[in-house]
């Protein structure tokens, strides 16, 4: 009798434990670094499940970030290397807590990062089931590369990069990525890799210079929106899909629009397709 009420007692303590645990486990961290004139910036996140939102900072910051997470779930890495300018962010969520694995009600990771304007940044986002809001509206971004297993993203150039932008890379799996403003982003080169997504991107925005995009698509839906004022030339290689470029005309393989010769600015593309759909539409 004494053993089984020992085991009794012991299986109420642990019950107790297993149901404190998870609340208990729930962690707030943030950091913020004032600016200098000498700053530049390199962030690399690495976001395998929650929230993200990147934003601009107050004037006087270089970065100010809080991230809330649950220890329990996430292996957690926040580092500033100065010798090189570099903010690490990982939450890693490969652990799983033993109770409420299925509750839909639980609480996720969140990252939240404000960044300086005016000051050269290399973005390079790794992101897994995310739900992520990048507005990257006057930050002097000098390279981006989203990789994207399985997020929904959201990207907005709402004001002009005041720095030319080397490229603008994304590597979607089965995810789906809203890009808009991306004629202020001042890139020089787009580069995608699609593998089961769907991408918009929508170049309205203030033209800096002609862009080049070249696009590998195996399976997917991707849509370009671009402004009727550019001129665009595109040469697609579609296996099993459709190419929608209402508007265009064909030499020797390659599409034309009816501006090519005339435009101000220009667009060429570089696509191929084995299964989906490639849309150009034109915009106002």
């Known amino acids: 009798m004494r053993q089984l009420a020992r085991l009794a007692l012991l299986a109420a303590l642990l019950a107790g434990g297993c ?7 729930w962690r707030t961290a943030s950091a913020s670094r004032l600016r200098s004139a000498a700053d530049s910036l390199r962030l690399r996140i690495n976001l395998s499940g929650g929230s993200l939102r990147v934003s601009p900072a107050d004037d006087a910051e270089l970065y100010d970030y809080t991230m809330r997470y649950d220890a329990a779930r996430y292996d ?37 990062l404000g960044v300086a304007r005016g000051v050269p940044v290399d973005v390079a986002l790794r992101l897994g089931a995310v739900e992520a809001d990048l507005d990257l509206g006057g930050l002097a971004v000098d ?9 929904s ?6 004001t002009p990069n005041p720095r030319r ?5 994304f590597d979607v799996g089965a995810a ?15 580069d995608v890799d699609c593998g089961a997504g769907a991408l918009t991107l929508d170049f309205s925005g203030a033209w800096a210079a002609d862009v080049d995009a070249r696009l590998r698509v195996r399976l997917g839906a991707v849509r370009l929106r671009v402004p009727r004022d550019v001129g665009v030339r595109a040469r697609a290689d579609v296996t099993l899909g ?8 064909e030499q020797d393989g390659v599409h034309y629009s009816s501006n090519w010769e005339s435009a101000r600015r220009r667009l060429t593309i570089d696509a191929s397709m084995l299964i989906g759909t490639l849309e150009i539409e034109r915009i106002d």
């Open 19 to 25: 149901a404190s645990d998870p609340e208990q486990a």
């Open 76 to 112: 957690v890495e926040r580092r500033f290397d100065s010798a090189s300018h570099t903010l690490s962010l990982r939450l890693d969520g490969g652990r799983r807590p033993l109770r409420g694995v299925g509750d839909d009600k639980r609480e996720e990771a969140r990252l939240s």
């Open 143 to 151: 390279q981006l590369n989203v990789e994207s297993a399985a997020s």
């Open 153 to 158: 993203t959201t990207l907005r150039f709402a």
């Open 165 to 169: 932008m080397r490229s603008l890379r």
């Open 176 to 190: 789906s990525i809203e890009a808009t403003g991306v004629g202020n982003a001042n890139v020089e080169h787009v």
């Open 242 to 249: 459709t190419f929608e470029h209402e508007g265009f005309r």
